[in-house]
């Protein structure tokens, strides 16, 4: 067995498909030039057990597979409990370790330092354990696709092929975040479908074009006050595919599928467009909430995200824009997980002359991407930051970041004899420089 194994995961940018990865729908995603690295190491001690720290707060965390840890929900300890219990439970006891965790990604971002925690531990554990030599992983997980799948099921709690699942952090989610992190190529946005799960296409943002992410400084914790609202969503397309399934007598596993077997065509279609075709499923959804929620997943997988894939394949970046702000007002009329500070900074980037402007992520606080020239991003930066602060509500940890697509999560070798983790750690700061237990809303 290794005696030390070293991951940096990146953080991501969804850039269109709000919330239809768990709907089995379709995104565009890339990684960030910035994330959370794991390093672990073997340590004397009982299998299962683990030391864990983060310069983000004082002391050492001692964790056990089999023992419920006494911390707070949202605590980024539970985001590393999780891992032990599920990989210990699939493959086996893993051999003791001691994980030392750091991160560039601003806290509170939006862009998933969550999930690339708990990504990047659980490959770090993995090949400190030298799982992935073994058949009963690459049986399971072939591939890039594959392993950011069973991440997915890790956090969500749900079975991933013949990998049992076990109780997860706490939310509902999908895929995207860890394919983002793990199934892109440096440079690209990935085009993805989550049923079946796959990458269609990966495309380059348009040469002399960066993205400048304002981070709103609104905490959401998706494991902590927010969660009921983001597994609202969850909830609503699993009562509409359950009607649906038992109406129909079909088995589909997601909505997406539903909506295939409806078009009868390639999605990719113009016909997949006809919104005529769409409702036998809209019928089966009640006024209100499951009418909208449906509406959203329907609109922004079926039509918009294959418009903005269009567009961006083609370099029109006036079709982009214009896909781009009518799922920005499906987010805010017709998902509900918009909060006056993101609409703001929507608002504010579109007046400063963004080609297009999204929130992206969960929702309910997070960040919003503008897509800018790149020599002109560090003035806007500057500038979006300046006028959200100027209006009167921006929180004091607001900030600006410039990106282009990254490169996906990466094993990194370690310099002989020594362990330089670099970076400033990603898990969350009170405002007045008290570290805090809790890892940011970044779904």
Same mark, same amino acid.
């Given at each position: ?239 509409? $595919?359950? /009607?649906?399934?038992? *109406?129909?007598?079909?088995? !589909?596993?997601?909505? @997406?599928?539903? #909506?295939? +077997?409806? %078009? ?16 036998? $499923?809209? /019928?089966?959804?009640? *006024?209100?909430?499951?009418? !909208?929620?449906?509406? @959203?997943?329907? #609109?922004? +997988?079926? %039509? ?140």
């Amino acid at each position: 067995m290794s005696a030390t194994a070293r991951w940096t995961m990146p953080g991501r940018i969804e850039v269109l498909g709000k919330h239809t990865d768990y709907g089995g729908g379709r995104v565009l995603v890339c990684a960030v030039d910035r994330g959370v690295t794991v390093h672990a190491e073997r340590i004397d001690g009982p299998a299962g057990t683990l030391q864990a720290s983060t310069d983000a707060y004082p002391g050492m965390l001692r964790l056990a597979a089999g023992t419920a840890p006494d911390l707070p929900p949202g605590h980024w300890g539970r985001y590393v409990h999780t891992v032990v219990e599920r990989l210990g439970a699939n493959f086996g006891p893993l051999p003791a370790a001691r994980l030392t965790i750091t991160s560039d990604l601003p806290p509170a971002s939006g862009m998933s330092s969550s999930s690339a925690l708990l990504t990047g531990t659980a490959l770090a554990l993995a090949d400190l354990a030298d799982l992935p030599a073994t058949e009963a992983w690459t049986s399971q997980i072939p591939d890039r696709v594959a392993l950011a799948g069973y991440a997915a099921s890790i956090e969500n709690g749900k079975t991933f092929g013949a990998l049992a699942g076990r109780p997860g952090v706490g939310t509902s989610g999908g895929s995207l975040d860890h394919t983002g992190m793990l199934a892109g190529h440096d440079g690209m946005i990935s085009y993805a479908e989550f049923d079946p799960m796959q990458i269609l296409d990966q495309v380059a943002l348009p040469e002399g074009w960066s993205f400048v992410v304002a981070v709103s400084g609104v905490l959401a914790e998706k494991t902590g006050a927010a969660q009921a609202s983001y597994n609202r969503g969850p909830a609503l397309l699993g009562q509409i $595919l359950e /009607r649906w399934n038992r *109406e129909t007598g079909r088995a !589909d596993d997601s909505l @997406q599928g539903a #909506l295939r +077997s409806l %078009v009868r065509e390639d999605l990719e279609a113009p016909l997949a467009e006809d919104e005529t075709r769409w409702e036998p $499923l809209r /019928r089966l959804a009640a *006024e209100g909430a499951e009418r !909208d929620r449906l509406d @959203q997943f329907l #609109l922004e +997988s079926a %039509v918009l995200v294959p418009r903005a894939h269009r567009a961006l394949r083609g370099g029109d970046l006036d079709a982009l824009a214009a896909a781009v702000d009518a799922s920005q007002r499906l987010a805010e009329t017709h998902l509900g997980n918009q909060v006056p500070e993101t609409i703001a900074l929507v608002r504010h980037a579109t007046a400063l002359g963004a080609r297009a402007a999204s929130s992206f992520g969960a929702g309910f606080g997070g960040s919003v991407w503008a897509l800018v020239p790149t020599p002109d991003a560090d003035a806007f930066a500057a500038d979006w930051i300046d006028r959200y602060r100027a209006a009167g509500t921006a929180p004091s940890v607001a900030s600006a970041l410039v990106t282009r697509p990254g490169a996906p999560g990466r094993r990194v070798e370690p310099v002989a004899g020594r362990v330089d983790l670099g970076g400033t750690s990603g898990l969350s700061r009170a405002p007045d420089g008290v570290p805090t237990q809790r890892l940011p809303n970044d779904e």
